[in-house]
């Protein structure tokens, strides 16, 4: 039998050089999305950090931790929105 829902985390790294009413604005897109789709959604900000290699010529990112259960199929949606979004530079979404 298949599964219902699972447990999933989504790691996101958003860009800072466009400032931070971007990553917010960001972050509650994100957040939103998350909630309208999934149950048990906890959201742990880590804040401005160094990255360890430059990417894109950007040296910091912002980093935000989601967990949330949701349907087995909204974990690809979220990867697909994340990827074609302007100011991420980096996610990962993974089951628990």
Same mark, same amino acid.
């Given at each position: 039998?298949? $599964?219902?829902?699972?447990? +999933?985390?989504?790691?996101?790294?958003?860009?800072?050089? =466009?400032? &931070?009413?971007?990553?917010?604005?960001?972050?509650?897109?994100?957040?939103?999305?998350?909630?309208?789709?999934?149950?048990?959604?906890?959201?742990? &900000?880590?804040? $401005? !950090?160094?990255?360890? +290699?430059?990417? =894109? +010529?950007?040296?910091?990112?912002? +980093?935000?931790?989601? =967990?949330?259960?949701?349907?087995?199929?909204?974990?690809?949606?979220? &990867? !697909?929105?994340?990827?074609?979004?302007?100011?991420?530079? !980096?996610?990962?979404?993974?089951?628990?």
């Amino acid at each position: 039998m298949a $599964k219902i829902t699972g447990s +999933y985390e989504a790691m996101v790294v958003f860009s800072v050089k =466009n400032g &931070e009413e971007q990553v917010k604005a960001l972050i509650e897109k994100f957040n939103e999305m998350i909630g309208a789709n999934g149950s048990d959604v906890s959201l742990n &900000e880590w804040g $401005k !950090r160094k990255l360890a +290699y430059a990417i =894109n +010529y950007e040296t910091e990112g912002y +980093y935000v931790i989601w =967990n949330f259960t949701s349907k087995p199929d909204f974990p690809a949606e979220l &990867e !697909r929105v994340l990827k074609i979004t302007d100011g991420v530079i !980096r996610f990962l979404v993974t089951n628990k």
